[in-house]
């Protein structure tokens, strides 16, 4: 949990090189505040990877403000962050990571985009320092390169197991197809199979240039199912019996006739447009949200998703909203914004790292590798020791157009 105190910050330039001194407490997980002493302590030197400039420039500005705010949190006078401009078209990406290690930083934090990962990877791994990137992207983690982004296994793992534990059991499964979609439908097969549960549909549709229409008539089964209410149809009509008049009368202003073959749908769009397209589109072709369970990821938070009426009662998983909100209201008193979502990430690694220091511990592999996890902003977390990350995340159902949380998530991994 977050208890801290509030600094606030004007709206100076930040230059790229910056040593930010500053103050209060994050309350980890296993868990011990961090004690004002007057103990001195080592200088813990951050290097930190963000996009400052170009067209994601809002986002690298809104983690660098977190790195700012969280230090100010944790009264840490201790930690220097050199900051350095993943998208600076002046300067190639290896020059700025050998600038980092000659001012023998500890560890790096950051890049955020796939692409500058993969760039400076090898070189962190021949150097052996720590880096842990913001990146979701499970291809990218190593031993020594973690991801701290909430990943779409992680996601999957979590709203499958609470579906089948209330008892779903056949899952339509729709993705876009792609590398993501490809990753997703390896998982969900996967952890179905060994739950006992299983998809009893799927379909890919093209991410570049969809056709919904095509995808929720495939998942429907709708051309099958509508020729076998015609066919229906035609014989009751030549029945020609009371009973046959009666069945007819209720069957013809129906759509289809039979079952969906499955419960539940997963939909796991990455483009917020994308599903809302679909839920508008789903219920047109018989896939009717009073009947079937919807399922999702964290995106249907969005307002947009909120919004479209197919999605009521839908569940996805996400944060906890706890301490997100403590953030939120925080970081809008100190910059007079909202600030972007993967901020909270980089606000939580700063105080993690200030947490090690003030208790005399190392920042090495296996201080960062704790079975017991840490909590922080986004709720408990902990990483792993093959670079990945594991979250523990609550459920949410949309409810008039409204989150409501209908499983709290975990404050202890089992």
């Known amino acids: 949990m977050l208890v ?22 994050l309350n980890i997980s296993n868990t011990a505040n961090i004690d004002r002493s007057n103990q001195v302590y080592e200088v813990i030197k951050v290097g930190l990877f963000l996009p400052l400039s170009g067209t994601n420039a809002k986002i690298g500005k809104s983690i660098l403000n977190a790195t700012q705010l969280s230090l100010s949190k944790t009264q840490n006078s201790n930690i220097e962050v050199f900051v350095r401009d993943t998208e600076d078209i002046n300067k190639n990406i290896i020059s700025s990571y050998y600038e980092l290690i000659n001012k023998d930083v500890d560890i790096i934090l950051g890049p955020l985009f796939s692409k500058n990962i993969k760039k400076i990877k090898p070189v962190s791994e021949d150097e052996n320092v720590i880096m842990i990137t913001f990146s979701n992207n499970i291809s990218l983690k190593s031993e020594n390169t973690f991801i701290s982004g909430l990943t779409p296994e992680n996601e999957i793992t979590e709203i499958l197991e609470y579906a089948l534990s209330n008892g779903k059991k056949k899952f339509g499964v729709i993705l876009p197809n792609n590398s993501y979609g490809l990753r997703s439908k390896n998982l969900i097969e996967s952890l179905l199979l060994n739950k006992q549960g299983q998809v009893s549909k799927l379909v890919l549709y093209n991410s570049e240039s969809p056709d919904f229409y095509q995808a929720a008539k495939l998942i429907a089964d709708y051309d099958n199912r509508k020729l076998k209410l015609e066919k229906k149809l035609q014989e009751l009509k030549n029945l020609n019996t009371v009973a046959a008049k009666k069945e007819y009368k209720v069957l013809k202003n129906k759509d289809t006739l039979g079952n969906l073959e499955f419960d539940s749908l997963y939909i796991g769009s990455e483009s917020v447009k994308h599903l809302s397209m679909l839920a508008s589109i789903l219920p047109y072709y018989d896939v009717d949200p009073k009947e079937i369970l919807y399922i999702g990821n964290s995106l249907w938070s969005h307002n947009i998703a909120l919004k479209e009426p197919a999605l009521e009662k839908g569940i996805f998983p996400d944060f906890s909203r706890i301490n997100y909100a403590n953030y939120d209201k925080e ?18 690694l700063i105080g993690l790292l200030s947490w090690l220091q003030t208790n005399n511990k190392d920042i090495t592999i296996v201080n960062i590798v704790n079975n017991n996890g840490f909590l922080g902003t986004n709720g408990l977390f902990r990483f792993k020791k093959d670079g990945n990350i594991e979250r523990s995340l609550s459920i949410y159902q949309i409810r008039g157009q409204q989150i409501e949380e209908v499983k709290k998530a975990s404050l202890n991994f089992n």
């Open 4 to 25: 801290m105190s509030l600094l606030f910050y004007g709206c100076e330039t930040v230059p790229t090189e910056t040593k930010i001194s500053i103050n209060n407490t």
């Open 331 to 348: 970081y809008f008193e100190a910059f007079d914004q909202k600030p972007h979502k993967i901020s909270s990430i980089a606000y939580d």
